[in-house]
């Protein structure tokens, strides 16, 4: 099972861009999916999260209010809007999910995609 993740670029300060995560391989059922990013040097890190279950939404703090996770339970396909983007968001952003069942385990991950924002 692999995860396609798409549309990432460069942006401007305060532009916005709309990431996707589509699954490609045999079918799965998730629990969750979510989206982390790694910039250049550092940790990759969490930023948001959604559980099918009472479609729970979770974000870090640096981009809640400016991001919004939602997605498509049925095709396994999660969405990051990304609004107010700022040179921090730079970062190569992956796709993830957690297997049906589980309450934790990022267990499939998406290639990555590049987010650059810069004047």
């Known amino acids: 099972v692999q995860l396609q993740a798409s549309g990432g670029g460069l942006v401007q300060p305060g532009d916005s861009l709309t990431l996707s995560c589509a699954p490609s391989?045999?079918?799965?059922?998730?629990?969750?999916m979510g989206w982390f990013r790694q910039a250049p040097g550092k940790e990759r890190e969490f930023v948001a999260s959604?559980?099918?279950?009472?479609?729970?939404?979770h974000y870090a703090d640096s981009v809640k209010g400016r991001f919004t996770i939602s997605g498509e339970k049925a095709k396994n396909m999660v969405y990051l809007r990304m609004t107010s983007a700022n040179p921090e968001d730079t970062a190569v952003y992956y796709c993830?999910?957690?297997?049906?069942?589980?309450?934790?385990?990022?267990?499939?991950w998406g290639q990555g995609t590049q987010v650059t924002v810069s004047s």
């Open positions: 959604i559980w099918w279950t009472g479609s729970r939404t």
């Open positions: 993830a999910a957690i297997d049906f069942g589980k309450q934790a385990g990022w267990k499939y």
């Open positions: 391989g045999r079918t799965f059922s998730t629990s969750a």
